[in-house]
């Protein structure tokens, strides 16, 4: 059972880390600041959600992985909201 | 294997962001730089098992200095054109070099030179901590065994918080700091600020009151909740506070106030200052810490606030 969890976690957290790279080329390679946030925003979502996800089973208790979870979820809130406020500011600077 | 692969990686990234965060030309991507530096160094802390050490870095190295510096790369920016035209002489830039390799140069020296085992009173300290009441060794250090630098840290905070308001014009004096924020009132900001404050408060008095016996404290939540503060006023729901009024003072020194009674009290119940008389330690570290956590927040929030520039016509 465990080995299965293990590989469980092993494989998501892979998973997060591949969105991670995926969002960090993205961000170096996207042509104006939309695209640019809207590969961050992957990354930080899917990413951490993928390895929040293969962290879980490793967690001894249901606190942790509670706490594990309202991480994953305060940084959706803000990384969200954030990258709105990020568009809007660019949005306002561009030429009408 | 992996692990100082992983260190040396980190290492890497650390001095390559502190040389980029001196050499940028520009403000703003030094400040960026540099919050990035304390936020990776917060994770080398970390890997140190130093937790709270990495908590307070975090919190007020990178995000409250950084936020302070953004702010000064704003006022800054009017000016930052026409310094930048400008170039040091030879002699200068000569100088300036000869100070930067001496002072790394003696501080190499001085590293080297480093005993192997470094002096700690550490030992001495152990056995000693059960009788504070206190079970993180940070927070029993900080308030009983150095209390009287924390006492003088918490006052230094609001000198340099007196000292901000002194650069107001007088006749804002007593008025409300910095500019009134506009936002609309249905977006994104304002509703940040309506659903995360109340989380951030929850989190804010959890680590402060965790701070007792695992890593966290007064100033790490302190922080956490003029955050919080700070984004409502940035939201343009409230304003930010009116400096004459008499319980914002009031917050402002009770801390250190409460920590110099204390202090007092313990000249007749403990024969020292700040001596804290047997089995009434951990009561009374708790009430220090529960009166410098608003001076704490007020001042973090105050320092970001600015001078008054602006008072109601009465």
Redesign the interface.
């Known amino acids: 059972m465990s080995t299965v969890l293990d590989v469980f976690s092993i494989v998501a957290i892979m998973g997060g880390a591949f969105f991670y790279l995926a969002g960090t080329v993205g961000l170096l390679r996207f042509p104006d600041a939309y695209t640019r946030l809207h590969a961050l925003t992957k990354a930080d979502n899917l990413g951490l959600a993928l390895v929040v996800v293969g962290l879980l089973p490793q967690m001894n208790g249901i606190l942790a992985a509670a706490k594990l979870i309202l991480v994953w979820l305060l940084v959706m809130l803000s990384s969200g909201a954030v990258s709105q406020l990020i568009a809007r500011s660019v949005r306002r600077q561009e030429p009408q | 294997m992996i692990a100082p692969v992983v260190s040396m990686v980190v290492v890497a990234l650390l001095l390559w962001l502190a040389v980029w965060s001196v050499v940028a030309h520009d403000a703003f991507l030094a400040v960026a730089a540099f919050v990035v530096y304390g936020l990776l160094l917060a994770l080398v802390w970390v890997r140190l098992a130093g937790i709270d050490v990495a908590l307070t870095e975090a919190a007020i190295g990178g995000g409250l200095t950084g936020a302070l510096l953004l702010g000064a790369v704003g006022r800054l920016r009017r000016t930052e054109a026409a310094l930048s035209t400008e170039h040091a002489g030879t002699g200068t830039r000569i100088a300036a070099a000869l100070l930067a390799v001496g002072v790394a140069g003696g501080l190499m020296i001085a590293v080297t030179m480093l005993p192997e085992q470094p002096p700690t009173l550490a030992p001495l300290v152990v056995p000693a901590l059960p009788a504070t009441g206190v079970g993180n060794p940070i927070t029993g250090v900080l308030l009983a065994f150095r209390a009287l630098d924390t006492l003088l840290e918490a006052i230094v905070l609001v000198i340099a918080l007196i000292g901000v308001w002194s650069f107001g014009p007088d006749h804002a004096w007593g008025g409300r700091p910095g500019p009134r924020y506009s936002a609309d009132p249905n977006?994104?900001?304002a509703?940040?600020a309506r659903?995360?404050p109340p989380?951030g408060i929850v989190i804010g008095i959890y680590l402060f009151w965790a701070g007792a016996d695992h890593p966290g404290g007064k100033f790490q939540s302190a922080t956490i909740l003029a955050a919080m503060w700070m984004l409502v006023q940035m939201a343009a729901l409230a304003d930010t506070p009116r400096t004459d009024r008499n319980i914002l003072r009031a917050g402002i020194v009770v801390g250190p106030l409460v920590f110099i009674v204390v202090g007092v009290f313990g000249l007749w119940t403990a024969g020292a200052f700040l001596g804290y008389p047997d089995g009434w330690s951990k009561p009374l570290i708790l009430l220090i810490e529960m009166a410098l956590l608003p001076t704490l927040v007020l001042v973090l929030a105050l320092l970001m606030n600015g001078p008054a520039t602006r008072k109601a016509v009465p």
Request: a neutral charge; charged letters at 0%; glycine letters at 12%.
């Open positions: 977006g994104m900001l509703y940040l659903v995360l989380l």
